[in-house]
């Protein structure tokens, strides 16, 4: 039973440890995760954004009709509602926004300006 225990504990250290990190600059949103490539992208590449309707999410993508650059999804992030918001203000005025769940507005109306630095860890 001290097997099994210790053995779980391992996991879900090794789980949380393993988490991704989503840092926004001014000029990018990277996501970076242990033993993965990071994913950058600069806010004037980004092409689409759309908030999926079966999922809390933001897909970023570089090519209108491609497969996302990016995802981050509210399950990995306790702060998504503070993370969404910075991407949106910084998005390029050509950026098209999908948004067939109507939460855009929700999110630019809850803005805070406090922890506009902060890192939203997930």
Same mark, same amino acid.
């Given at each position: 039973m001290n097997v099994l225990l210790t053995g779980a504990t391992l996991l879900a250290a090794a789980g949380y440890g393993l988490r991704a990190t989503v840092r926004v600059s001014e000029t990018a949103v990277r996501k970076?995760?242990?033993?993965?490539?990071?994913?950058?992208?600069?806010?004037?590449?980004?092409?689409r954004l759309h908030l999926p309707v079966t999922t809390e999410a933001l897909w970023l993508y570089t090519e209108p009709n491609g497969s996302p650059d990016l995802s981050i999804e509210v399950q990995s992030f306790e702060r998504f509602g503070s993370?969404?918001?910075?991407?949106?203000? !910084?998005?390029?005025?050509?950026?098209?926004?999908? /948004?067939? *769940? &109507? !939460?855009?507005?929700?999110?630019?109306?809850?803005? /805070?300006? *406090? &922890?506009?630095?902060?890192?939203?860890d997930g």
């Open positions: 970076t995760r242990p033993l993965w490539t990071d994913n950058v992208l600069r806010f004037e590449d980004i092409q993370l969404a918001r910075r991407v949106l203000r !910084r998005l390029p005025q050509h950026t098209e926004i999908q /948004d067939p *769940a &109507g !939460r855009v507005e929700e999110y630019r109306r809850c803005g /805070d300006a *406090a &922890g506009e630095n902060q890192t939203d």
